[in-house]
């Protein structure tokens, strides 16, 4: 939040430009109250987004080796949780870039529409995310469930 109101830059304009002392008025302006990607809905705008999306994308690389060398166990957990958040994050960067490239050639008035119908399914998916990796097997032992046989999954169960 600190860069979102360094990055706000202000526009400086004298109330009259006829007086020997102008007096100086700060006017933050609509465009710079959004720059930097500070909106959850333009999140594809600004430097900021930006480098967040491949520090994200660099956490992600990191750390899903990481999640299915320590599964199964109790280190897990918060490697699933991180991933859990940082993966829908990501995707809701990508595909804000996504919809500023396409949507606006379909229809303008779409955008918004497109942008909120977003951020919608990154709050499900992140919920749903952060649900299974707390009450459930985790995100880690759900994707290795898929290559274990039946008998290994019914061995589980049981034990």
Do not use: C
């Not at 750390?63 to 991933?83: E, R």
């Not at 994707?143 to 169960?157: A, D, P, Y």
């Amino acid at each position: 939040f600190i860069k979102m109101f360094r990055s706000a830059q202000h526009v400086i304009r004298r109330s009259d430009p006829r007086s020997a002392f102008p007096r100086l008025q700060l006017q933050q302006t609509q465009r710079n109250a959004t720059a930097g990607g500070n909106s959850l809905l333009k999140s594809d705008e600004g430097p900021l987004s930006t480098s967040t999306y491949h520090k994200v994308n660099m956490l992600i690389m990191g750390l899903t080796p990481v999640a299915f060398a320590l599964s199964p166990s109790k280190l897990n957990l918060p490697i699933d949780v991180l991933l859990g958040l940082a993966l829908p994050l990501h995707a809701h960067i990508g595909m804000s870039y996504v919809i500023t490239d396409y949507v606006p050639k379909i229809s303008k008035s779409l955008t918004g529409p497109a942008r909120v119908l977003l951020l919608g399914l990154t709050g499900v998916t992140t919920v749903g995310l952060l649900k299974l990796n707390i009450f459930g097997d985790g995100m880690t032992e759900t994707v290795k469930s898929l290559w274990r046989g039946k008998k290994k999954l019914e061995e589980k169960r049981k034990a």
